[in-house]
C-alpha cells in the first residue's frame, strides 16, 4: 500500500521561499505520476505541479511557472517542491497526490481525478 506524507510546510513572509517534500513509502513504479495540489479556504483544489516518478516531464501551472520547480529523488523517495517569490495568494493547503500512471502523450497528470492516492496536506501560510 502506497503512503504519502508532506512536509515542509510553515509561515513565511512574501518573497520568502519554502521547500515542500513528499515522502512516498511502499514500492514505487516508474510510470508513476506524483502531482502537487493546493486548496485554500472556500476554494477548489488546484493543481499546482506534477512529475513522472521517474523524474521526467515535470510540469508546473501557469500560477507558479518562473517560481515553482517540482523535481524527483528515487534514491530518497521523495518529490519536492521548491517555492521561490511566494505571494499571498500562494497561502493554502499543499498535498501530494499519486497517480497510477501518466496522460495519452506520457506526461504526469494535471487532473485531481487522475490521482488515487493523498497524503495528509501540509499548511503554507505567506504573509504580505
Known amino acids: 500500500q502506497v503512503q504519502l506524507v508532506e512536509s515542509g510546510g510553515g509561515l513565511v513572509q512574501a518573497g520568502g521561499s519554502l521547500r515542500l517534500s513528499c515522502a512516498v513509502s511502499g514500492r514505487t513504479y516508474n510510470w508513476w505520476s506524483v502531482g502537487w495540489f493546493r486548496q485554500a479556504p472556500g476554494k477548489e483544489r488546484e493543481f499546482v505541479a506534477a512529475i513522472r516518478w521517474s523524474g521526467l516531464s515535470p510540469t508546473v501551472a501557469d500560477s507558479g511557472k518562473g517560481r515553482f520547480t517540482i523535481a524527483a529523488d528515487n534514491d530518497k523517495k521523495t518529490v519536492d517542491l521548491q517555492m521561490n517569490s511566494l505571494k499571498p495568494e500562494d497561502t493554502a493547503v499543499y498535498y501530494c497526490?499519486?497517480?497510477?500512471?501518466?496522460?495519452?502523450?506520457?506526461?504526469?497528470?494535471?487532473?485531481?481525478?487522475?490521482?488515487?492516492?493523498w497524503g495528509q496536506g501540509t499548511q503554507v501560510t505567506v504573509s504580505s
Open positions: 497526490a499519486r497517480g497510477r500512471s501518466t496522460d495519452g502523450s506520457g506526461g504526469a497528470y494535471t487532473t485531481a481525478t487522475k490521482y488515487d492516492d
